[in-house]
């Protein structure tokens, strides 16, 4: 069961978007609509802002969205805010109820 | 408003057990919908899921780490627990207690409460 891979790091400038992608298998990724993603601001838990691919939680602001095409998934940020600045993960169903998160994105604000 | 709460050593002796319990309040333990689980966090490195239960004791753990883990559950005192036997200093880590939600939840596969999470460090 490897991590599954994000990108080290990705800026935007405020008001721009970015996106995240999040890679891994059919066995994980590309086989499941159980993928999840995670803002982590430092020294806090995690916290979910996408489940199920594409849908958010309640409060979480429209300006995260989320997508998948065949193994990878992408997590966008739209109209990029300070508070934005964070470290995100992926996470998918790998099958058996288990799971993998993926490597993490260091997510700078310019 | 449901919260979650870690407790336990916050040092462990390497090749011992370490164990951390999660008290859940402001809900059941015993949910249909929600499983319980672990997931733990090495200084400045990534999130690794450890395993999840649920209320009527059934569990799942993370294939690397499944020899030397388990996960109970004590609906009596609406908590969960992590043992992780023979430790080493890679087992450093933040380990938080997470509610994961089940395919009837309204999160399927997401964990949408966290606790803040407990620094457990091996020494030696």
């Known amino acids: 069961q490897s991590a599954l891979t994000q990108p080290a790091s990705v800026s935007g400038s405020p008001g721009q978007s970015i996106t995240i992608s999040c890679t891994g298998t059919s066995s994980d990724v590309g086989g499941y609509k159980y993928v999840s993603w995670y803002q982590q601001h430092p020294g806090k838990a995690p916290k979910l802002i996408i489940y199920e691919v594409s849908n958010r939680p309640s409060g979480v602001s429209n300006r995260f969205s989320g997508s998948k095409s065949g193994n990878t998934a992408s997590l966008t940020i739209s109209g990029l805010q300070a508070e934005d600045e964070a470290d995100y993960y992926c996470s998918s169903y790998t099958g058996s109820s288990t799971y993998v998160f993926g490597t993490g994105t260091q997510v700078t604000v310019l | ?120 460090t091996v020494f030696s």
């Open chain 2, 1 to 120: 408003q449901l919260q979650l709460q870690e407790s336990g050593p916050g040092l462990v002796k390497s090749s011992e057990t370490l164990s951390l319990t999660c008290a859940v309040s402001g809900g059941s333990i015993s949910s249909s919908s929600y499983y319980w689980g672990w997931i733990r966090q090495p200084p400045g490195k990534g999130l690794e899921w450890i395993g999840r239960i649920f209320y009527s004791g059934s569990t799942y753990y993370n294939p690397s780490l499944k020899s030397r883990v388990t996960i109970s559950v004590d609906t009596s005192k609406n908590q969960f627990s992590l043992k992780l036997s023979s430790v080493t200093a890679t087992d450093t880590a933040v380990y938080y207690c997470a509610r994961q939600g089940g395919a009837s939840s309204t999160v399927p596969g997401g964990m949408d409460v966290w606790g803040q999470g407990t620094t457990v």
